[in-house]
């Protein structure tokens, strides 16, 4: 039996009168590449913003690993081991990507801090190159790998992604893919979010489709990948 780490159940979400969030399910089992696809606007990045508390709920709840999460300020989930890559990445540009990896770790006390952010290094070398320079010098792909070697700064247990490939050019587009799947052998359990559908499931160990703040299609990421109605709303086949 996989040990589920986080389950999300009817979660209801709103922008004034604007329903984003419409009873979502999904669950995330601990060693897994899970990814949500969906359009422009079906409710993505409110669920992730959800999962991760910046983003109130009307309605359902959180779980991570069996614990109620709904009610607890973002900083108290990051302790539980929920990290999260905002969508635009979001990095402290006039401070050095050191500085950058460093504010990852801001709720840790331990004292690995070091030993991760070799590891960090490892896997993304082009940061450890410019580390002692602003990290609003590096390109699109680049402030993605920086963004997602932040988050790994935190120790998750959960890694939630909120649109990686966007405005990459085709190439960073999979070096980031492979990127993430090579989390998994690191032990990272990943909750990918994602327009870009045929990349995101074809890394994945099971998908879901989201329209309308509503989970249209659910199953193994192959299945999804193969289903005609998914192929032809969001593969252009
Ligand atoms: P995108 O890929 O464009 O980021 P998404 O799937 O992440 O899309 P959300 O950003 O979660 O979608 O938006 C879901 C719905 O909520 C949309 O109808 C959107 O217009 C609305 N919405 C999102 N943010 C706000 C906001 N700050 N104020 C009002 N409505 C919002």
Redesign the pocket.
């Known amino acids: 039996m996989q040990e589920t780490l986080l389950e999300v159940a009817d979660l209801a979400s709103a ?2 009168r ?1 329903k ?1 969030l419409k009873g979502v399910s999904v669950t995330v089992n601990a060693g897994e590449i899970v990814s949500l696809v ?10 992730l ?1 959800a999962i991760s508390g910046v983003q109130p709920v009307i309605g359902g709840s959180v779980r991570f690993l069996g614990e109620d999460v709904t009610r607890l300020a973002p900083h108290a989930r990051v302790d539980r081991g929920i990290a999260q890559v905002p ?1 635009g990445r979001q990095i402290f540009a006039p401070l050095s990507i050191e500085d950058n990896l460093r504010l990852g770790a801001y709720r840790r006390r331990d004292d690995a801090i070091a030993a991760d952010m070799e590891a960090v290094y490892e896997l993304f070398p082009m940061l450890k190159a410019r580390r002692a320079t602003p990290a609003g010098g590096l390109s699109g792909g680049q402030q993605q790998m920086l963004a997602m070697g932040r988050a790994l700064m935190s120790r998750p247990k959960l890694l939630l992604l ?2 990686p490939s966007m405005g990459l050019a085709p190439i960073l587009v999979d070096q980031i893919f492979e990127i993430i799947a090579s989390l998994k052998q690191r032990g990272v359990t990943v909750f990918l ?1 994602e ?1 870009n559908a045929a990349a995101a499931l074809s890394i994945a160990d099971r998908g879901y489709v ?1 329209e ?2 509503k989970i249209a299609h659910e199953g193994e990421a192959a299945s999804l990948l193969a289903d005609d109605r998914v192929r032809a709303a969001y593969l252009g086949i």
């Not at 969906?38 to 669920?47: H, Q, V």
């Open positions: 922008y004034g604007v984003a969906g359009g422009n606007g079906a409710g993505k990045t409110t669920l913003r969508e909120d649109e979010v327009q989201i309308t703040g």
